[in-house]
């Protein structure tokens, strides 16, 4: 091949990589449709964080994304939810429920036992019964509890930091302290990553539906990545189920 032919191969590849590149570079959008959100803080929030407290920064670096690639801008309003059930708990809100409640734990609502108020099932169901979003378009509940729930399989676990309805207009999330917090995680990267997971599922995000290989805010990819501007956090999967049209 002459030295023009091999000039004009490389061109052409370069253009091809470039226009490759910015089609998956995310844009910056300014115009957006404003999403009104209430966020209920439990009666042991308020008590160790204040109204709204540090979930007033957390919840801007959670409307990054949505705000600037979806134009979906979340505009909180901060609500005290004084009868939440995991601020019944007897136990200490960084406790774990013990062997003998575990007997009484159902993940429904209303919950029958006199056990077992930081089942999060049970507290997420209370948040839709009693604060449904009305004039809002989302709901999201917040304790600083630990919580757990019964897992197909498993059985009792507190390995459930929050809920979300996929579609729907509901998220529960606990609210991590330094002393609940997870060994190698930040607080305020995991707090923003989980609210942003959950929040993912009322736009139609769906858990292990990820692309393979792929990283995505719902499978955790960035619950150790402290840019809080990254405006691209899901999988091309997930980009696909996104709907921003749903709120």
């Not at 091809?16 to 844009?27: G, Q, Y």
């Not at 056990?115 to 304790?143: E, F, Q, R």
Request: net charge negative; glycine share 8%.
């Amino acid at each position: 091949m002459s030295i023009i032919g091999n000039l004009r191969r490389k061109v052409g590849l370069f253009i091809l990589c470039a226009c490759f590149l910015i089609c998956l570079t995310p844009s910056y959008i300014s115009a957006y449709d404003t999403v009104t959100i209430k966020v209920y803080l439990d009666s042991k929030y308020i008590q160790y964080e204040g109204n709204p407290g540090s979930i007033s920064t957390i919840m801007g670096y959670v409307n990054y994304p949505f705000q600037y690639y979806w134009g979906e801008k979340l505009t909180p309003t901060y609500l005290a939810e004084n009868s939440m059930p995991a601020s019944n708990c007897q136990l200490s809100y960084a406790a774990c429920c013990s062997n003998t409640c575990s007997t009484n734990c159902t993940n429904t609502y209303p919950c029958t036992s006199t056990y077992h108020h930081k089942n999060i099932y049970y507290n997420y169901l209370y948040m839709c019964t009693w604060n449904p979003a009305g004039s809002y378009d989302l709901v999201m509940g917040n304790t600083i509890c630990k919580v757990c729930y019964n897992a197909d399989g498993i059985g009792h676990t507190d390995n459930c930091p929050g809920l979300g309805a996929v579609t729907g207009d509901h998220t529960f999330a606990m609210y991590y302290r330094t002393s609940t917090i997870p060994s190698g995680l930040d607080v305020d990267i995991y707090n923003t990553r989980l609210r942003q997971h959950e929040i993912s599922h009322n736009y139609g995000c769906e858990d292990g539906g990820c692309m393979y290989n792929s990283p995505c805010i719902m499978k955790g990819s960035y619950d150790t990545v402290d840019v809080y501007d990254s405006l691209q956090l899901w999988c091309a999967d997930c980009h696909f189920d996104f709907n921003p049209n749903i709120q």
